[in-house]
Nanobody, 124 residues
Framework: VHLVESGGGSVQSGGSLRLSCAASGFAHSKYCMAWFRQAPGKEREEVANIDNDDHTNYSDSVKGRFTISQDNAKKMLYLEMITLKPEDTAMYYC???????????????????WGQGTQVTVSS
């Protein structure tokens, strides 16, 4: 499995960015995909996840500002970020995992596969 993020950059507070994650070699019909972020000196935080049925979850810190989506035909995962704040500054990672036959939902899941990350910097 290979995950490659892109779309990071530097923006001013209030700006927008769209992150993309290209997935290859991932063949699970049931799965979770997620965006995590980690700022220097802070713990990694899961900001959003989505399952194969397009059910989504968001952390309170990004709810209403970030939107996770996927294009299954293109094997792409996206994170649309609006109204960015300086505290959103972090390295952003996409992650994926398969779900077993009797597993449902993406809350509190661990992930097997990770991308290399893309940096988002928001200046005030």
């Amino acid at each position: 499995v290979h995950l490659v993020e892109s779309g990071g950059g530097s923006v001013q507070s209030g700006g927008s960015l769209r992150l993309s994650c290209a997935a290859s070699g991932f063949a699970h019909s049931k799965y979770c995909m997620a965006w995590f972020r980690q700022a220097p000196g802070k713990e990694r935080e899961e900001v959003a996840n989505i399952d194969n049925d397009d059910h989504t979850n968001y952390s309170d810190s990004v709810k209403g500002r970030f939107t996770i989506s996927q294009d299954n035909a293109k094997k792409m995962l996206y994170l649309e970020m609006i109204t960015l704040k300086p505290e959103d500054t972090a390295m952003y990672y996409c992650a994926s995992r398969g779900l077993g036959y009797e597993e449902y939902g993406c809350m509190e899941r661990s992930y097997n596969y990770w991308g290399q990350g893309t940096q988002v910097t928001v200046s005030s």
